[in-house]
């Protein structure tokens, strides 16, 4: 029984090593590396939202727009790159969501503060 389910094991993961999406391809690689860009975004929200650029945070938006469409359409389709893009821009939305109120709160308190030089 024991040794059924270690050859059974054994061929799964010669078929994974095999496969035209295993570790021997970009396919594989690209995508596990890739995860480093969502991480970091992940851990830039604990960052106060002056610090986050918003172009580079619209251009990051734009790269997994194109690359979620680029790891679709590649034969073969590429889902393991699709998720990482996939995270990478719902994070990177929220980044750019984060810098635009932060950008508003930052107009008003002008505003006021060049109000309150009037009154004086």
């Known amino acids: ?4 389910f270690a050859e059974a094991g054994m061929e799964m993961l010669r078929a994974f090593w095999n496969s035209p999406i295993g ?7 690209g995508p596990l590396f890739n ?3 969502p991480i970091a975004a992940l851990v830039d929200t604990k ?3 002056e610090m986050i650029s918003g172009n580079m945070t619209a ?4 790269y997994s727009a194109l690359f979620m469409r680029f790891a679709w359409m590649v034969q073969p389709r590429n889902l393991h790159l699709l998720v990482c893009h996939a995270s ?3 994070v990177q939305l929220y980044q750019l969501s984060r810098w635009i109120k932060a950008q508003e709160y930052f107009q008003k308190k002008e505003e006021a503060k ?4 009037k009154d004086y």
């Open 1 to 4: 029984m024991g040794l059924q």
């Open 35 to 37: 995860w480093s860009i």
């Open 59 to 62: 251009v990051m938006c734009g």
């Open 47 to 49: 960052k106060p939202p």
């Open 23 to 29: 570790p021997k391809t970009t396919h594989f690689w």
């Open 114 to 117: 060049a109000q309150n030089s």
């Open 88 to 90: 990478n821009e719902t």
